[in-house]
């Protein structure tokens, strides 16, 4: 069945970075887009980016642009985002989500989340 | 950008009617698909393209669509439906996908 399992969050000083990871089983990975999605403590949820199977093409919601990168291993069957310069306002448990690719423009599986808490 | 507007809340007693609309000018051009989200679960779709159900999903969730509202209609709503609803769409290419604000539904 299709698992997704995020790993890397914790706390994170304000200004640093932090990697997190994805980890897919179920499906063929490299045929897939992947998305990340944020969830701020009591708020909803926010769309942050998306990459192609092959990682050709990102892209980027407004509010992460420079400063955010997504990226993946097809042959760790393993998705990335690297975080920079966070803020407070980046704290949020983060979300993998699957492509449906032609399916549709929807988020198809999702992973349970990784919490990112932003302190000093 | 693009930009979809819901109601914060929408309370309802047991086996009543729940409609969450769901407003946005991206939705006339742009299927919507809703998910709902139970405490410290992650959110799972219950409607994709405006009214087509997933399979599993109970025949009590409904959507429709006219010109830029989409509605989520829940009938005969039972106490597991208490949770959040976001509905969730894209721009034209697909590529930035956008969420409502989010509706809580309270089962009174």
């Known amino acids: 069945q299709v698992h997704l399992e995020e790993s890397g969050g914790g706390v994170v000083q304000p200004g640093r970075s932090l990697r997190l990871s994805c980890k897919v089983s179920?499906?063929?990975?490299?045929?897939?887009?992947m998305h990340w999605v944020r969830q701020a403590p009591g708020k909803g949820l926010e769309w942050l980016s998306l990459i192609s199977s092959d990682a050709t093409y990102t892209y980027y919601a407004h509010s992460v642009k420079g400063r955010f990168t997504i990226s993946r291993d097809n042959s760790k069957n393993t998705l990335y985002l690297q975080m920079s310069s966070v803020s407070a306002d980046d704290m949020a448990i983060y979300y993998c989500a699957k492509d449906p690719g032609l399916a549709g423009f929807y988020f198809e599986f999702w992973g349970q989340g990784t919490l990112v808490t932003v302190s000093s | 950008s693009y930009e979809l507007t819901q109601p914060p809340s929408v309370s309802v007693s047991p086996g009543q009617t729940a409609r969450i609309t769901c407003f946005g000018d991206?939705?006339?051009?742009?299927?919507a698909y809703w998910y709902q989200q139970k405490p410290g679960q992650a959110p799972m779709m219950i409607i994709y393209?405006?009214?087509e159900r997933p399979s599993g999903i109970p025949e009590r969730f409904s959507g429709s669509s006219s010109g830029t509202t989409v509605t989520l209609t829940i009938s005969g709503v039972q106490a597991e439906d208490e949770a959040d609803y976001y509905c969730q769409s894209s721009d034209n290419s697909g590529n930035y996908r956008m969420f409502g604000g989010g509706t809580k539904v309270t089962v009174l």
């Open positions: 393209k405006d009214s």
């Open positions: 991206v939705l006339p051009k742009q299927y």
């Open positions: 179920g499906f063929t990975f490299s045929n897939s887009g």
